[in-house]
Nanobody, 116 residues
Framework: QVQLVESGGGLVQPGGSLRLSCRSS????????MGWYRQAPGKQRELVAG???????NYADSVKGRFTISRDNAKNTVYLQMDSLKPEDTAVYYC??????????WGQGIQVTVSS
């Protein structure tokens, strides 16, 4: 059974940066795609950034130019570099892996708080 373990969250001031990491217990090539979602209190979970096995990326309009998704295949890890953070980026961030045969794996979620 695959596990996704997130790290790197915390508290940061507006304009600051954080890097989230998601390490899979399985090779990331066993998935169609991996990505990051987030959910703020009282709001629906939304896709922030995704990356396919082939390396194609996509981003939510609200984070384009500020966030970058990348991967280290040897470490079975996907990263989310978050720069120029805003208070509206505050949320629980979830790592996601899409299965080839349908369905998804999810990480436990990690808190990101942007506040002065």
């Amino acid at each position: 059974q695959v596990q996704l373990v997130e790290s790197g969250g915390g508290l940061v001031q507006p304009g600051g940066s954080l890097r989230l990491s998601c390490r899979s217990s399985s090779t990331i090539f066993s998935f169609k795609a991996m990505g990051w979602y987030r959910q703020a209190p009282g709001k629906q979970r939304e896709l922030v950034a995704g990356i396919t096995t082939g390396g194609s990326t996509n981003y939510a309009d609200s984070v384009k130019g500020r966030f970058t998704i990348s991967r280290d295949n040897a470490k079975n890890t996907v990263y989310l570099q978050m720069d120029s953070l805003k208070p509206e980026d505050t949320a629980v961030y979830y790592c996601n892996a899409e299965k080839y045969y349908g369905g998804n794996y999810w990480g436990q979620g990690i808190q990101v708080t942007v506040s002065s």
